[in-house]
């Protein structure tokens, strides 16, 4: 399921969390859809590609038996088909591959580049975290919880803050602190905002809970490692990477304040986050982030 080089008509490059992901592709129209899906992370293909991804359209690829998705990781090779894609990730090689059947199954090329990104993060010492993440006066605020927990609620509230995303953030350990980048997967619902290649140092990560009172409640580090772990999606379903994971996210809950922001709908919670900075609708000046900053 590889490309020739006479084969591969376009290369388009993505910068996510620093790292570039090259995307090979046989089809003009697959190009076409990265870019427009992909547009503020698109960067010059003359960097060398810490990862490449090979897309063909080949129906002859794709199994025609499967009737629901199929995922497994062993290790070495992590792998996903499902009636219209079949994809491969080698952990070893890094070498990466996605046939898709037509046109239609496109969509799943996002899932596929999810998958890259919270490999490589592992593989680079952090991890892919589910939350909204926000930056305010150059520090980002990251928020989690289970879906409908509130994390798009929160992006809508702070209309005055960069969006890193409303769903998914890369993070990565950077010198002594844990530095929130942004990535292009997005909620398909949400209003996405140019500002999404931002980045900034962890100032805080906040459980969300929805409620009538606006407070904030600490948690031990015991359990803010499992909440954490609990939101790195696909790497917490694989057993041989659970280990490092559960260490990772206790390093990162020993480092940054994790606490539970009991919250309503309305902007009043940032307040108890940062007094100095309103990201809400407010007259104050619009606070400053890191736009692409270390890509």
């Known amino acids: 399921m590889g490309l020739n080089a006479a084969e591969i008509l376009v290369l388009t490059t993505l910068a996510i969390a620093g790292w570039r992901i090259a995307i090979e592709c046989s089809s003009t129209w697959v190009e076409k859809?990265?870019?427009?899906?992909?547009?503020?992370f698109l960067v010059p293909d003359g960097d060398a590609a810490n990862i490449t991804l090979r897309v063909t359209v080949d129906p002859s690829a794709v199994p025609v038996d499967w009737n629901e998705r199929s995922m497994t990781s062993e290790g070495i090779l992590s792998r996903f088909d499902m009636p219209d894609i079949c994809g491969r990730i080698n952990q070893v090689?890094?070498?990466?591959?996605?046939?898709?059947?037509?046109?239609d199954s496109f969509p799943t090329l996002?899932?596929?580049?999810?998958?890259?990104?919270?490999?490589?993060?592992?593989?680079?010492?952090?991890?892919?975290?589910?939350?909204?993440?926000?930056?305010?006066?150059?520090?980002?605020?990251?928020?989690?919880g289970q879906s409908g927990a509130g994390k798009s609620t929160v992006?809508?509230?702070?209309?005055?803050?960069?969006?890193?995303?409303?769903?998914?953030?890369?993070?990565?350990?950077i010198g002594e602190s844990w530095w929130a980048y942004g990535t292009p997967f997005w909620n398909d619902e949400a209003v996405r905002r140019e500002d999404q290649t931002a980045d900034g140092p962890v100032a805080g990560i906040y459980i969300l809970v929805q409620d009538q009172h606006v407070f904030l409640e600490p948690v031990t580090a015991a359990i803010a490692s499992s909440e954490l772990a609990a939101n790195c999606p696909v790497v917490n379903a694989d057993a041989l990477t659970i280990p490092r994971l559960l260490s990772r996210c206790r390093s990162l809950a020993e480092t940054v304040n994790v606490q539970?922001?009991?919250?309503?709908?309305?902007?009043?919670?940032?307040?108890?986050?940062?007094?100095?900075?309103?990201?809400?609708?407010?007259r104050n000046a619009v606070p400053q982030g890191n736009l692409a900053g270390r890509a």
């Open 110 to 144: 996002e899932y596929l580049v999810k998958r890259l990104c919270a490999y490589l993060a592992l593989r680079e010492g952090g991890f892919l975290f589910h939350c909204a993440g926000l930056v305010v006066e150059g520090k980002a605020y990251l928020f989690t």
């Open 93 to 103: 090689s890094w070498q990466t591959s996605l046939a898709l059947k037509n046109e």
């Open 33 to 40: 859809r990265v870019r427009d899906t992909y547009g503020p």
């Open 155 to 173: 992006v809508t509230l702070s209309s005055r803050a960069l969006a890193l995303n409303d769903e998914l953030v890369i993070l990565r350990p």
């Open 260 to 282: 539970r922001l009991h919250f309503r709908k309305d902007p009043d919670f940032w307040h108890l986050l940062a007094p100095m900075a309103d990201a809400g609708d407010s």
